[in-house]
């Protein structure tokens, strides 16, 4: 006989977290809330996900996104995990505001996480209240989901949820949940985890679960785990390669914030460069400048060094061979992450081969967009617009620099080098653009939209998730959002927002 109040499932459940042994999480369930209300749900995701759109737009939907029912085929559960924040170790930090509802197969046949953050308390919380308020949700939603349209990898926002409660920060704040999709929350805090414990069964059963789960390959090498500590340092030189190419600082890399997967993950006080400065720190917490900007390569390679300290047991039983051969994976992460960001940079400059003094323009543009203080994200963007034989379009980018002169001499040298380049003016400026976005989500844009928000006005919300869906097509129409911030309008700090 058919139930009718059964509710519809949303979602295909299949989870494989929560049958590992205990010690990895504490089961939980989320708090409920007061009056939840969906503020967005990610069709474009929900799409490729294969959920249904109607189902998750129902009360059900609701209900399940924001903690007060467990869907069907959900396991709540708290992942166990430690780290080093700010260089200092931390034995036991776990999900104390997010919950792993379970794992979903993709029509792609990709397994994604979903977890709820901001879902209440967990074993995990220590003294905070496992709640998140409404900004950093909605700063999360827009950051991640354009990351995603600028092709870095990322966590993915499915939907966010005000909860109807008010939680107390500096001041009462409206609560909310942001439903994130990974490809796993696993991270190198979770084998520092085991490692610290000198649990070496639960250690090696991560490392098979993660070769199983992300890094299949590993498993064709006479050593997989040595194999893995490759793979894993491939992914972070190109994912840490990849932030710098478009400006992007995350602010807190501490190992538990430092993905397996080598997704961006955890999205506190990060922020795009609006003029370039290497030493940009925006984090109100980094005094020391630790996150800066151009510390990110070498703040990746301390945390792989964790990561292989946390896996010596696993490469060799000998502690000597076993140090020499993560040693040796290590070392090699400044070249492949050198590698990745000079190909990328060469590619943004319209130079489809390095010629021998071309790295050298790469640094001088740099050197002299830091000098004259030029906007990041237009530098490269209107270069774009600049004709190969003459100087008669560089008015817009040489606008950007304090010290129009410089860009001159530099723009002199550059123009010699592209012709050497066998391609059309149309076709360089096509490709040009296609790699330097026009539209970035910048801070000031996204502090007035979390502002209008708080006042229940979600359209500058809705608005810079449309434009930034397509940061590389040209939209005149929005050149407020495209436009560097005013000096009155500069955010000089970010908040981790916990
Ligand atoms: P994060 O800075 O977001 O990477 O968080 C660091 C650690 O603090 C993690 O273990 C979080 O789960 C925990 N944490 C952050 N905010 C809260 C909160 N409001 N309540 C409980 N735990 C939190
Ligand atoms: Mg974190």
């Known amino acids: 006989m058919e139930n009718y109040h059964q509710p519809a499932v949303?979602?295909?459940f299949d989870n494989t977290?929560?049958?590992?042994?205990?010690?990895?999480?504490?089961?939980?369930?989320?708090?409920?809330?007061?009056?939840?209300?969906?503020?967005?749900?990610n069709e474009d995701l929900v799409e490729e996900l294969g959920l249904d759109k109607n189902n998750l737009n129902s009360q059900n939907g609701v209900?399940?996104?924001?903690?007060?029912?467990?869907?069907?085929?959900?396991?709540?559960?708290?992942?166990?995990?430690?780290?080093?924040?700010?260089?200092?170790?931390?034995?036991?930090?776990?999900?104390?505001?997010?919950?792993?509802?379970?794992?979903?197969?993709?029509?792609?046949?990709?397994?994604?996480?979903?977890?709820?953050?901001?879902?209440g308390p967990t074993p995990f919380s220590r003294m905070g209240d496992g709640k998140a308020p409404l900004?950093?949700?909605?700063?999360?939603?827009?950051?991640?989901?354009?990351?995603?349209?600028?092709?870095?990898?990322?966590?993915?926002?499915?939907?966010?949820?005000?909860?109807?409660?008010?939680?107390?920060?500096?001041?009462?704040?409206?609560?909310?949940?942001?439903?994130?999709?990974?490809?796993?929350?696993?991270?190198?805090?979770?084998?520092?985890?085991?490692?610290?414990?000198?649990?070496?069964?639960?250690?090696?059963?991560?490392?098979?679960?993660?070769?199983?789960?992300?890094?299949?390959?590993?498993?064709?090498?006479?050593?997989?785990?040595r194999q893995l500590l490759f793979l894993v340092t491939m992914k972070q030189a190109e994912l840490v390669a990849k932030w710098m190419l478009f400006g992007f600082i995350h602010g807190v890399m501490n190992t538990d914030n430092m993905q397996i997967a080598g997704e961006t993950i955890d999205y506190g006080p990060c922020a795009f460069l609006d003029t370039y400065d290497p030493k940009k720190v925006f984090s109100s917490i980094d005094h020391a400048g630790r996150y800066s900007f151009e510390?990110?390569?070498?703040?990746?390679?301390?945390?792989?060094?964790?990561?292989?300290?946390?896996?010596?047991?696993?490469?060799?039983?000998?502690?000597?061979?076993?140090?020499?051969?993560?040693?040796?994976?290590?070392?090699?992460?400044?070249?492949?992450?050198?590698?990745k960001l000079n190909s990328g940079i060469l590619q943004k400059l319209g130079l489809s081969i390095e010629i021998h003094d071309d790295i050298k323009l790469a640094k001088d543009l740099l050197h002299i967009m830091a000098e004259g203080k030029a906007d990041f994200t237009l530098t490269f963007r209107r270069?774009?617009?600049?004709?190969?034989?003459?100087?008669?379009?560089?008015?817009?980018?040489?606008?950007?620099?304090?010290?129009?002169?410089?860009?001159?001499?530099?723009?002199?040298?550059?123009?010699?080098?592209?012709?050497?380049?066998?391609?059309?003016?149309?076709?360089?400026?096509?490709?040009?653009?296609?790699?330097?976005?026009?539209?970035?989500?910048?801070?000031?844009?996204?502090?007035?939209?979390?502002q209008n928000a708080l006042d229940q006005d979600f359209n500058l919300f809705e608005l810079i998730l449309r434009i930034c869906k397509q940061p590389f097509k040209s939209q005149p129409e929005y050149r407020k959002f495209m436009n560097p911030p005013l000096t009155h309008q500069e955010i000089h700090q970010t908040f981790c927002g916990t």
């Open 17 to 41: 977290y929560s049958r590992l042994p205990k010690q990895f999480y504490k089961k939980v369930s989320p708090s409920k809330v007061p009056e939840p209300k969906l503020i967005k749900l």
């Open 295 to 339: 510390n990110q390569p070498i703040i990746a390679h301390w945390n792989l060094a964790c990561f292989a300290q946390s896996i010596f047991s696993l490469l060799d039983p000998s502690k000597d061979s076993a140090h020499k051969q993560a040693k040796e994976i290590i070392d090699m992460f400044p070249t492949i992450y050198q590698e």
């Open 383 to 450: 270069l774009c617009e600049v004709s190969s034989t003459s100087s008669e379009l560089d008015g817009p980018v040489r606008l950007l620099f304090d010290t129009p002169k410089l860009f001159d001499k530099w723009a002199k040298g550059w123009r010699k080098r592209l012709l050497l380049e066998n391609i059309s003016e149309q076709e360089r400026k096509r490709k040009m653009e296609a790699i330097n976005p026009e539209f970035i989500p910048r801070n000031h844009i996204v502090n007035e939209a979390i």
């Open 135 to 225: 900004g950093p949700i909605l700063r999360e939603y827009i950051i991640s989901e354009s990351m995603h349209s600028l092709g870095i990898p990322t966590t993915r926002a499915l939907s966010a949820i005000v909860t109807g409660e008010t939680i107390i920060r500096e001041i009462p704040m409206p609560g909310a949940i942001l439903t994130r999709i990974s490809k796993s929350h696993v991270r190198i805090g979770t084998f520092e985890y085991f490692f610290a414990r000198n649990d070496t069964g639960n250690l090696r059963s991560l490392a098979d679960y993660i070769i199983n789960r992300h890094y299949p390959k590993a498993l064709e090498s006479s050593n997989p785990y």
């Open 10 to 12: 949303l979602f295909n």
């Open 63 to 119: 209900d399940a996104l924001s903690g007060n029912r467990i869907p069907y085929g959900a396991d709540p559960l708290a992942m166990a995990y430690a780290g080093h924040q700010f260089g200092s170790w931390v034995p036991e930090l776990g999900d104390g505001r997010a919950l792993l509802l379970g794992e979903i197969i993709s029509p792609g046949g990709i397994r994604h996480d979903i977890q709820l953050k901001g879902s």
